[in-house]
């Protein structure tokens, strides 16, 4: 069980200074906050017990501090009453000269007794569970003073010295004003506490109207699942029906119930159940067509498997081939390379072995200067006759010194050289 406490962490400061260097000012317990610090067992970062709330300073100006024990051991032991003192760890940061610059809280841990005077625990779940009792004469007088009864009391019983009777003679108008004092300070409590409860009251109409609308909003929901499905469910059994018939009644009543707030789970159950169900059967209409989806899905995914296969089974064939072709080839060109056929060999995946540049032309012809190879060269390229004139006729027609450039028919068969009449050579050259 989880335990709430508040008790003194820090005692009010000494009006003659700190007591020592971790001792806090009025204006340092003003601005202490350890809400969210650890709550340690007599300073064991390793026996955490607690988490701390918050703290403020109180009206007598000590830091006072609220916490929560969740440690089953360290809740026996507060209850116990062995574990009722507080004790702040403050972390100092100095300098080299010893002088304090900061003083830090960096948790607060339950003892047997704190070092510090008056840092006990106060109140457990809101229980009182210490308080100071003064014993003095001067102290009892002090706490009677605010005490109208207790004055009143005093006033009423102290008998009068016999030589001074006017003290007598006004000690009933002195209780009468003590009365109508108490009745007026009632009066002024019952007015606040009436107008706390009313504005308490208003908060608590404006959450039960919230409340109220979003727990209506599960209604349809819930009496589909508590009206429609749940009956369809328990159609076949009698018993089953009759006792979960109650349940179509309140999913009519639930919304409209004075405690709405205890109406929340259920209908809150309902709403989820019936929006499963419904996302359960959709599912289920959607069923034949993912199947019909699955089937036409698997069957093209056969088909392209097969023609993957049937692919890789070519080409596996291809290869094969390939392989022993080039095999054969590699054959053939030894033996043509053993027979001498083959003075030079060629690597024709080479493409240095494919293509073969033509021949730089000459800087300088013999008897040329390069301003006349270049007028002829721009002439060859100005005369497009020139460009396409076949140098084997040429040199036919000139050999031997001078031809007619005809020739004659021959006795044979032939298509070209057994043409009848005379045919021009560059035709026959042109037909082969």
Not at 241 to 252: E, N, Q, R, S, Y
Not at 351 to 372: F, M
Not at 384 to 391: G, L, Q, T, W, Y
Request: with cysteine; glycine share 6%.
């Amino acid at each position: 069980m989880v335990l709430e406490i508040r008790g003194t962490a820090h005692p009010p400061p000494p009006r003659g200074g700190r007591g020592g260097p971790a001792d806090l000012s009025a204006a340092e317990i003003a601005s202490t906050n350890i809400a969210g610090a650890p709550l340690l067992n007599e300073h064991d970062a390793n026996a955490r017990v607690g988490t701390c709330l918050a703290s403020w300073q109180g009206t007598d100006g000590s830091l006072r501090i609220a916490a929560r024990v969740d440690d089953p051991a360290a809740e026996r032991a507060v209850r116990s009453g062995t574990m009722r003192g507080l004790s702040l760890g403050t972390d100092l940061i100095m300098s080299e000269e010893g002088e304090v610059l900061f003083r830090g809280q960096k948790e607060c841990s339950i003892c047997e007794e704190g070092k510090r005077d008056g840092t006990w625990m106060t109140h457990i779940n809101n229980v009182p569970v210490h308080r100071t009792v003064r014993a003095s004469k001067r102290g009892a007088r002090a706490a009677a003073n605010h005490n109208p009864r207790a004055a009143h009391a005093r006033v009423t019983r102290e008998p009068a010295p016999m030589a001074e009777p006017a003290p007598i003679a006004d000690a009933p108008v002195v209780a009468d004003q003590n009365r109508d004092d108490l009745v007026e300070r009632l009066k002024r409590e019952l007015a606040e506490k009436t107008e706390g409860e009313a504005r308490a009251n208003a908060r608590a109409q404006v959450f039960e109207e919230k409340e109220r609308s979003r727990v209506a909003s599960y209604a349809d929901e819930a009496k589909y699942f508590l009206k429609e499905w749940i009956p369809s469910e328990v159609a076949s059994d009698p018993e089953a029906k009759a006792d979960v018939a109650p349940l179509g009644t309140w999913a009519d009543e639930f919304a409209s119930k004075q405690d709405i707030v205890s109406q929340t789970p259920l209908a809150r159950m309902c709403f989820v159940a019936s929006k499963g169900v419904k996302r359960l059967r959709d599912e289920a209409s959607q069923l034949p067509e993912i199947k019909e989806s699955l089937a036409s899905t698997m069957k093209q995914l056969e088909e392209v498997t097969a023609s993957k296969e049937k692919l890789q089974r070519e080409n596996d064939d291809q290869r094969q081939l390939l392989d022993e072709r080039q095999a054969s080839l590699e054959k053939l060109n030894e033996r043509i390379a053993a027979a001498g056929l083959a003075a030079e060999k060629f690597n024709f995946a080479k493409a240095t072995a494919r293509e073969v540049e033509p021949p730089a032309e000459p800087e300088k012809v013999a008897g040329t200067t390069k301003l006349e190879a270049a007028t002829v060269n721009a002439s060859k390229s100005a005369n497009p006759f020139e460009a396409e004139r076949d140098h084997l006729l040429d040199f036919i027609n000139t050999a031997g010194g001078g031809g007619s450039g005809r020739m004659n028919a021959s006795a044979t068969g032939h298509a070209l050289l057994g043409h009848q009449g005379d045919v021009d050579v560059a035709t026959l050259l042109r037909a082969a």
